[in-house]
């Protein structure tokens, strides 16, 4: 299949790394979305199809790296209030950097630990 837009090129990026991550009651996938416009961050359970926390940027809002920081902690302390300390991080085919680090990095400051190579 030949590539034609960025927007399929993400989306098939999207699918290799959804082959990989699933999310559990324990440990949900962390699913973020970044349009023009807004921050759409999601915890899914995958195995019972359930979203267990959500948040997404404010409508006049200006969409900056300060903003997925703040959103990253708000997530970390809803997941915490449920009682959820790991998540693995689903980035929707979007680069891991500017916006979505930030997000990710504050989460793990916040107490949510994440996938990574020291964890395997």
């Keep these: 299949m030949k590539v034609k837009t960025k ?4 989306i098939r990026r999207h699918m290799r790394i959804r082959k ?4 559990t009651a324990e440990r949900p996938r ?5 349009s023009n416009k807004n921050i759409y961050v999601q915890a899914i359970d995958d195995a019972a199809a359930v ?3 959500s948040v997404a940027s404010k409508k006049d809002e200006k969409l900056n790296v300060e903003t997925a920081k703040r959103m990253g902690s708000e997530l970390a302390e ?3 209030g449920k009682g959820v300390t790991a998540a693995v ?3 929707g085919g979007f680069r891991f950097h500017g916006r ?4 990710v990095e504050s989460m793990v400051e916040a107490g949510v630990k ?3 190579k020291e964890d395997k």
């Design 78 to 80: 809803a997941l915490k």
């Design 114 to 116: 994440t996938s990574s």
């Design 7 to 10: 927007k399929d090129a993400r």
């Design 100 to 103: 979505v680090k930030a997000l």
């Design 51 to 53: 979203t267990v926390a």
């Design 89 to 91: 991080v689903d980035r």
């Design 30 to 34: 962390v699913a973020i979305m970044v």
């Design 20 to 23: 990989k991550v699933s999310g």
